[in-house]
């Protein structure tokens, strides 16, 4: 069972480039999330996707950029990157429509160092 | 939104339960308690959730005061594989969103031979 998939796992990137994290669900889950974890702490949410159609902010949005594309797939795109968006990257999936109590389920995340 | 206040860390030997305790005394009536886990490195696992009464599945026991103002998640084996960092939260419902997660600290629970 794939559950949520995330590429890449590891990346490096200078500051300046831009980049698009991937992610993808198989589960038919119409929500999708995109969050971040900096070391020693919880994670925090960026962006989400209530359905298909629809993104909105989360708790920390800036210098982000997201797409859904299709009910599979939720992007996250940095246009400039910084040094302070080093993190590892976690992608979550849910079924939302009336069912709102159902779990998130999590991918193995992004390790993302901008230098 | 409601939040949640866990102790920082907490041991626990091999075979025995684990008691996770966590105190949300602004929990309003239509929030859940949610609680999932964190492996090193990994993206974090659902255990289970609740509204008012106990709750059990293969992974754990969720305990939940009458007055829902604080609840325990109980590992009632807990093994060297158990060792992780544990988040209680409570999720706020915004319709048809499925509800955000607001995570905080976490308990980190350390299982010891």
């Known amino acids: 069972n794939a559950g949520v998939t995330q590429t890449p796992k590891f990346q490096v990137l200078k500051t300046g480039q831009s980049m698009t994290l991937q992610c993808a669900q198989d589960m038919n889950h119409n929500s999708m999330y995109w969050y971040r974890q900096d070391p020693g702490m919880g994670l925090r949410l960026i962006y989400y996707s209530a359905s298909e159609g629809t993104t909105d902010k989360g708790e920390v949005p800036n210098g982000y950029n997201v797409s859904r594309l299709n009910k599979r797939e939720f992007s996250l795109r940095l246009e400039s990157a910084a040094p302070s968006q080093t993190s590892v990257y976690f992608c979550?999936?849910?079924?939302?429509?009336?069912?709102?109590?159902?779990?998130?389920?999590f991918g193995d995340g992004t390790r993302l160092s901008i230098l | 939104d409601a939040k949640t206040t866990q102790p920082t860390s907490m041991d626990c030997a091999e075979g025995r339960a684990a008691n996770l305790p966590c105190n949300h005394s602004?929990?309003?009536?239509?929030?859940?308690v949610y609680w999932y886990r964190q492996i090193h490195s990994q993206g974090p696992q659902y255990i289970i959730h609740g509204l008012k009464n106990n709750e059990t599945n293969e992974m754990a026991s969720l305990i939940i005061t009458e007055d829902r103002k604080s609840s325990t998640l109980i590992l009632p084996h807990a093994t060297l594989r158990d060792t992780a960092v544990y988040y209680c939260i409570v999720r706020p419902y915004i319709y048809n969103q499925g509800g955000k997660l607001i995570f905080g600290q976490g308990t980190e629970l350390s299982v010891k031979p």
């Open positions: 979550a999936s849910s079924e939302a429509r009336g069912q709102w109590n159902q779990p998130q389920h």
């Open positions: 602004t929990i309003s009536g239509n929030e859940y």
